[in-house]
Structures are given as C-alpha cells and as structure tokens.
C-alpha cells in the first residue's frame, strides 16, 4: 500500500478566510511532508477540469515527475440523483461533469476516478426521517409509505452511474463508488449497487471511518466482502462528542492515530493486506477544524494533520511490512 495526499484540504472549504493553494502548490506541499503520491480533488477552485487547459495539464504531470509524486486519482463530490423538478437536470450536468473528470485523468496518466452515488453535503437528506423503513426523498404521501421515492431514487442514480461506468471503461479507466450516503448509507449496499449496474469497472473505495461500527471483527468482515472489488481509500477519523447521559452532541474530523480517534487502523490495514489490496490509501481533511481560542484553522493547521495521518498510517504499516512506498 501506498500513502496518497487528496488535495481537498487546501481547496479553503473550510478553513480561516477560505485560505486556500492551487492544485501546483499542493503538490509542492505534498512532496515536502513525505507523501508517495497526491490525488486531485476535482473541484473548484483547486482542481477543476475545466481550468486546466492541455498546457497546464502537461506542466502538472512534470511537476509531478519532478517531485517524485505518483498520480493516485482524480476524486469528485457526484451526485447521481435526478432533480425535483421535471425541466431541471442535475443528473446530466453531473454525467458531463464525470466525463470531463475521467479525460483529465486520461490525459494526466491516472487510472483511478473516485466517485458518490449519491452526496448532499450531509449524512441524510432533509426528508429521510419521515421515511417508512427506507429514507425518504420527498414529503410523506403514499408513494413515501411504499418506498416507491426511495426506489426511484435509487434506479435514477444505478442508471447515472451506468452511463458514466459505460464512458469510464471506454476510455481504460476504472471508476471506485465510495460508499456515502445517500443512496449507498453502506457497504452492504454499495456492492449491491455495483451488481445491480453490471459495468465490471466500476469497483469500491473503501473508507474505514464510514464504516457503521469500528468494533474489529466487524472491520475484518466488511473489508473481507471487499476481496478483488477495493480498488481505492481514504483516510480520516470521525471523532464523536456526546453530551447528557452519553447523547452525541456533535462529531469532527481528527488525524487518524490522534486523540479522541475511534478508528482500528491496524486491524483495517492488516485485513487489506489479507485481501491482497496493493493500491492507495489517500489522506483527506474535508470538513471545519476548530483549533484553540474556538476559530476555523488555517493552512499551517491543514500541513499540519496531512503531516500527523502520514507519519501515523506509514508506521502502521511499516509494522505489517505493507508499505511498498518509495518515501
């Protein structure tokens, strides 16, 4: 396994200011830490498709050449889902959008373009508790109480991910379905998904922190169902904060290894290595850091965490003799 950089945490979603860095500048931050590769989040303003004409997507291969830095993935916040009203057509910008992000990983060498079935921003819609067992996408009626919006939904974003899995394999790139809610809420249902699209490109990042429990055999049983499908992952930890009588309160994004950490780092790696997963494990901070004095970090803090995951996850696998690294 190898220790990718994903450029989301320098794109200012969440820091001081909207402090942020180009996509070139990440790389330089990148090679400095002692990262092995960087995974370009694309988005603006980082690592949008589209600002990165055929000059700049040569110059940025170079860097990369230059500063010893493999290219893991390209990584995109998709949304597969079809809009609320018939005249509107989120799904085919988002399939225009995917298909701009599989040539630029084209044109950039990369085999790998991370994906979301379905990504609001949120862990649930704002209509999924008055769902009848399944989520809902829509206020309840009869149709709510018979699933029919969750089903619909859920076809709406098989058929996206269809079409785009289609164009992926076209071009000799392998698309990996990170489970997320919505629509894939596990990894149960992600590969339900997978099957259910039929396209043998399509695969799975797989992502410990979203795991729906981190107790340790069932880390080793959803990694295990993952055998010859994991193509990709990403690291961070989700700290969970409670309150009265053990309430949860409130969560945040922690360094793997770092404190308050829930994450069984070791027992996840140690079971990729049983599967025989010889890809990335790519390094993200995509969501507020509230550092001393109750403010938003900036940059330094962002250097700071992709610093801390690295030293922590390669001393893991240092220990297992699973890092095939060059740093």
């Excluded at 996408?137 to 969750?150: A, I, T």
């Excluded at 490109?201 to 410990?208: C, E, Q």
């Excluded at 053990?246 to 994004?253: H, K, L, Q």
């Excluded at 004095?293 to 803090?301: N, V």
Aim: glycine share 8%; with cysteine.
């Amino acid at each position: 396994m190898k220790l990718s950089l994903d450029t989301v945490g320098y794109g200012g979603y969440f820091t001081a200011n909207h402090e942020d860095a180009t996509m070139e500048e990440a790389f330089e931050k990148a090679a400095k830490i002692g990262y092995d590769a960087v995974c370009i989040f694309a988005h603006r303003p980082i690592g949008f498709p589209l600002d990165f004409d055929s000059n700049r997507r040569k110059k940025l291969k170079e860097l990369a050449d230059k500063l010893d830095l493999e290219l893991a993935a390209v990584c995109c916040s998709t949304n597969f889902m079809k809009g609320d009203h018939v005249l509107v057509y989120p799904q085919e910008k988002e399939i225009l959008y995917v298909r701009e992000c599989i040539d630029f990983a084209k044109d950039l060498g990369i085999d790998i373009v991370r994906i979301m079935a379905a990504f609001l921003g949120y862990f649930q819609n704002p209509h999924a508790s008055v769902g009848y067992g399944a989520p809902a996408f829509e206020s309840r009626s009869r149709r709510v109480s018979r699933n029919e919006d969750w089903l619909e939904t859920w076809h709406d974003v098989k058929d996206g991910l269809r079409e785009v899995s289609l164009y992926a394999k076209e071009k000799g790139i392998t698309l990996a379905l990170q489970t997320h809610p919505e629509i894939t809420g596990n990894n149960d249902e992600t590969l339900e998904m997978i099957e259910e699209v039929g396209v043998d490109n399509l695969k799975v990042g797989l992502d410990l922190p979203l795991f729906e429990s981190h107790e340790a055999d069932f880390v080793r049983e959803t990694v295990r169902k993952m055998k010859g499908m994991m193509v990709y992952s990403h690291s961070i930890s989700i700290a969970e904060y409670k309150t009265v009588n053990g309430a949860p309160y409130r969560w945040e994004e922690v360094a793997p290894g770092s404190k308050n950490d829930p994450c069984k780092w070791e027992v996840f790696l140690e079971t990729c290595k049983e599967i025989g997963y010889e890809g990335y494990l790519s390094h993200e901070q995509c969501s507020p850091i509230i550092v001393k004095g109750h403010k938003l970090g900036d940059i330094a803090e962002i250097d700071s965490r992709y610093k801390e995951a690295l030293d922590y996850l390669r001393g893991i696998l240092k220990k297992l003799d699973y890092y095939t690294g060059h740093k």
